[in-house]
Every structure is written in structure tokens, then in C-alpha cells.
């Protein structure tokens, strides 16, 4: 069955990355959640795409130089156009995590230290995981692949996949190369006879970000390993009429 895993959140009806946008995960029944971490000023994981607070909330400058405290003040749907929601703050992982105990969701964690350095990142999300023994739920992806084979060589129990978005020749032998067990390409730098081949090889296929119920048919008729969609209940509602 291709799993949903949903984007940030439910980030097509709620905003990115926020603890509501996880719940409505849980809510419509997705397999997994997908979200972001960067690092604060204080060494705090925190839960938000970009390396500035700008687009997404009320505040302005790089998350390195907020504390989690100074973070979490800010209004993590400022800029989201909706009534409904009115005080969402940034999580830091570990509040995500506290949650994660109540469901049985996958958690996909996209580590954002391509534009920024950010000094002990992997140590202190793999710290975090076993703490929580979390290792068989956790997926780590990043755009930054030296990052992720960090990651696996502190703890190989945790699977690793790599994120890119250019149409790469044979990924899968990349992908067992670097001990990952998954590809997570953008959708437009994958065809149907590389998903298949991938996942003949063994290796698991995870595309984003998959939105148009068009894009969603394709990757479920294909028996796709999964994939990462704003639209959670779109996606299910899909699956679930395509069993009948
Ligand atoms: O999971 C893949 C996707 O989240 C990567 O792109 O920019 O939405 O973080 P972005
Ligand atoms: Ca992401």
C-alpha cells in the first residue's frame, strides 16, 4: 500500500509546520507526518522550513539567532491566510515528539542545514530519537547528503533517504551506495520506470510534493512506496476509494 506522509504538517489547510497541522495529520488518517528542523541560538531543534522566520511568521531574521523561547513568542500562522487559526507557535521536535507517543504516525524529519552549518544537528536528532526509542519511526531526509551519512554512521538503525530534485541517472545504486533505503525525489525529477526499478531494487520511493489528485492516481496505481502531499484527506479519500 503507498503510504501518505503529510507535508509540514497538513500545510494545504493548516499552517506549515505548527502542532495543528500535525494533528489534522493524525485527524484524516495520514501514515506519517513530514517537517522540518533548524537549529535556534540556544542549540533548540525547532520545527519551521526556513532559515529566517519571515515568510512564515510574525518575526523577522535567522532562526540561529532566536532562542526557543524568543521563538516560540511568535505567531507561527501570521501569514496564513485563514480566521480559524489564531495562536500556532513553532514546535521545537522534542514537543513533537511528546505527541508522537499517542499515535502510531511515521515521522519524517527533513534536516535544513543545506544553506546553514548547523554544529551537532545530527548528534543531537539522533540523541533525541533514542531517547524516545523512536528508531523504527523515524525517517531522515536532507538535501544535504554528507548530513544524512552522518546520521547513519552515529546510529544505522535509523533509516536515511536522500532528497533531490534533479533527474538523476540510476538513484537507487546511489541510494544503496549511502546505506539509505529510500529515494525522496521532487515528483518532476522521477519517471514511472525509474519508481519501478527503485523499487525492484529494493529501495523505496517517496516523491513530493504530490498535490493534484492526477499526481496522486499515478503514484497509487503504481503501487508507489509512498509519497508527501499538503492534502492529507484529498490523498486518503483517494486510497481508500480505489480499495472498493
Ligand atoms: O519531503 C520533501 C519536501 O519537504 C522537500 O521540500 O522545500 O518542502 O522542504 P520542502
Ligand atoms: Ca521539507
Known amino acids: 500500500m503507498t503510504l501518505i506522509f503529510a507535508h509540514r504538517g497538513s500545510a494545504g489547510t493548516h499552517p506549515e509546520n505548527t502542532m495543528e497541522a500535525f494533528y489534522e495529520a493524525e485527524r484524516v488518517r495520514a501514515d506519517g507526518i513530514e ?3 533548524q537549529l535556534t541560538k540556544d542549540g533548540e531543534m525547532v520545527v519551521i522550513h ?5 515568510r512564515t511568521t510574525n518575526g523577522k531574521g535567522f532562526v540561529k539567532d532566536y532562542t526557543l523561547k524568543e521563538i516560540q513568542k511568535l505567531q507561527a500562522n501570521f501569514k496564513f491566510k485563514s480566521k480559524l487559526f489564531k495562536k500556532n507557535r513553532v514546535p521545537s521536535l522534542r514537543e513533537v515528539f511528546q505527541w ?4 502510531d504516525l511515521l515521522c519524517n ?11 551537532g544537528l545530527e548528534e543531537k536528532v539522533i540523541g533525541l530519537i533514542k531517547e524516545f526509542g523512536y528508531e523504527d519511526r523515524i525517517i531522515i531526509s536532507s ?5 544524512i551519512v552522518a546520521c547513519y554512521r552515529l546510529e544505522p538503525a ?5 532528497l533531490y530534485s534533479s533527474r538523476l541517472f ?4 546511489y541510494a544503496q551506495s549511502i546505506r539509505a533505503k529510500a529515494i525522496h525525489p521532487n515528483l518532476k525529477a522521477i519517471r514511472d520506470e525509474m519508481i519501478i526499478e527503485a523499487m525492484n531494487n529494493g529501495i523505496g520511493v517517496r516523491p513530493y510534493t504530490v498535490n493534484k489528485v492526477d499526481q496522486m ?3 497509487l496505481n503504481l503501487g508507489c512506496t509512498a509519497f508527501v502531499t499538503d492534502y492529507p484527506e484529498k490523498a486518503w479519500n483517494l486510497r481508500e476509494n480505489k480499495k472498493g
Do not use: C
Open 35 to 37: 517537517l522540518d528542523v
Open 170 to 173: 540510476m538513484p537507487w545504486i
Open 143 to 147: 538535501f544535504n547528503h554528507y548530513s
Open 109 to 119: 524529519i527533513e534536516l535544513k542545514n543545506s544553506i546553514m552549518d548547523y554544529q
Open 100 to 103: 508522537l507517543k499517542g499515535n
Open 217 to 219: 492516481e499515478r503514484l
Open 50 to 54: 526556513d532559515e529566517t522566520v519571515d
Open 158 to 162: 535509523v533509516e536515511i533517504a536522500p
